[in-house]
Nanobody, 126 residues
């Protein structure tokens, strides 16, 4: 069984920064990409960013481009998202996810991902 465990969420003032981490563990799986999504109360799960495990190519949602940076540590099987210039509208539960099958595109839809973490709350106060 593959486990994804997020950490690093919390409460921060607008303009502040947080770094989320997501560590993959459990049975060995072919990791093609990992990504971050978020879900605010009453809203659908929203794509944030994704990174190819091989090569490190990244892709971001327009709403976070220039403020968030996704990165990975292959040796630790861990993906990060550095979130700067946070806004109240960034408040949500943030989920990491992993793609365990070959995929030619940069995965940005929830159904493209095979494994999910439990989520970590990020709250940005105004």
């Amino acid at each position: 069984q593959v486990q994804l465990v997020e950490s690093g969420g919390g409460l921060v003032q607008a303009g502040g920064s947080l770094r989320l981490s997501c560590a993959a563990s459990g049975r060995t799986f072919s990791n093609y990409a990992m990504g971050w999504f978020r879900q605010a109360p009453g809203k659908e799960r929203e794509f944030v960013a994704t990174i190819r495990w091989s090569g490190g190519r990244t892709y971001y949602a327009d709403s976070v481009k220039g403020r968030f940076t996704i990165s990975r540590d292959n040796a630790k099987n861990t993906v990060y998202v550095q979130m700067n210039s946070l806004k109240p509208e960034d408040t949500a539960v943030y989920y990491c996810a992993a793609v365990g099958h070959p995929i030619p595109t940069m995965p940005q839809y929830p159904n493209e991902y095979d494994y999910w973490g439990q989520g970590t709350q990020v709250t940005v106060s105004s």
